[in-house]
T-cell receptor
């Protein structure tokens, strides 16, 4: 069974610090990796996608991918209270291209002012 | 200007009833999905349609029947509702192919079965 594992948290980070969120996945054939942010009572919102090993930066967000270790992470620099949310890692099922994503259970992040 | 819209936002009903949820996207995407998020926040795909054709049908009871009249709409009909069907149902859309994958989610429909 394909799995995506995340630490459920809660993860508490002081405002202005770096928040580090981690995700591991079981299917070595997966090629596409996504991070979603979900505020309480709202729908998931795509914030990052990464397809190649290494780092990908977008503003205060950096996604890191290591396919050999089957590990993907999200770093949030200069954390703001508005970053407090649940972060969902999603990984594609290679049998379905990018049409089928398996989601982790999410890490709840709290930024402490 | 809502990209993916769902109706209704809340649905409270009795066990055994039949209900429908509607979804529309105006992003021009060719693939639409239904996801279920349970009380533990686990988000799981139920169905996927590409250009009105069913391409993913997860292990979902036959009581759930999706219908896609065109590629901008994907509805979900649920027969004989059970207590365990209580969850938030999200519609989503995306562009198919290797450049796609990023799903745009609707606001969700919170279904409560009493």
């Amino acid at each position: 069974q394909k799995e995506v594992e995340q630490n459920s948290g809660p993860l508490s980070v002081p405002e202005g610090a770096i928040a580090s969120l981690n995700c591991t996945y079981s299917d070595r054939g997966s090629q596409s990796f996504f991070w979603y942010r979900q505020y309480s009572g709202k729908s998931p919102e795509l914030i990052m996608s990464i397809y190649s090993n290494g780092d990908k930066e977008d503003g205060r967000f950096t996604a890191q991918l290591n396919k050999a270790s089957q590990y993907v992470s999200l770093l949030i620099r200069d954390s703001q209270p508005s970053d407090s949310a649940t972060y969902l890692c999603a990984v594609n099922d290679p049998n379905f291209g990018n049409e089928k994503l398996t989601f982790g259970t999410g890490t709840r992040l709290t930024i402490i002012p | 200007d809502t990209a993916v819209s769902q109706t209704p936002k809340y649905l409270v009903t009795q066990m055994g009833n039949d209900k429908s949820i509607k979804c529309e996207q105006n992003l021009g995407h060719d693939t639409m999905y239904w996801y279920k998020q349970d009380s533990k926040k686990f988000l799981k795909i139920m169905f996927s349609y590409n250009n009105k054709e069913l391409i993913i049908n997860e292990t979902v009871p036959n009581r759930f029947s999706p219908k896609s009249p065109d590629k901008a709409h994907l509805n979900l009909h649920i027969n004989s509702l059970e207590l365990g069907d209580s969850a938030v149902y999200f519609c989503a859309s995306s562009v198919s192919g290797t450049s796609g994958g990023g799903k745009f989610f609707g606001p969700g429909t919170r279904l409560t079965v009493l």
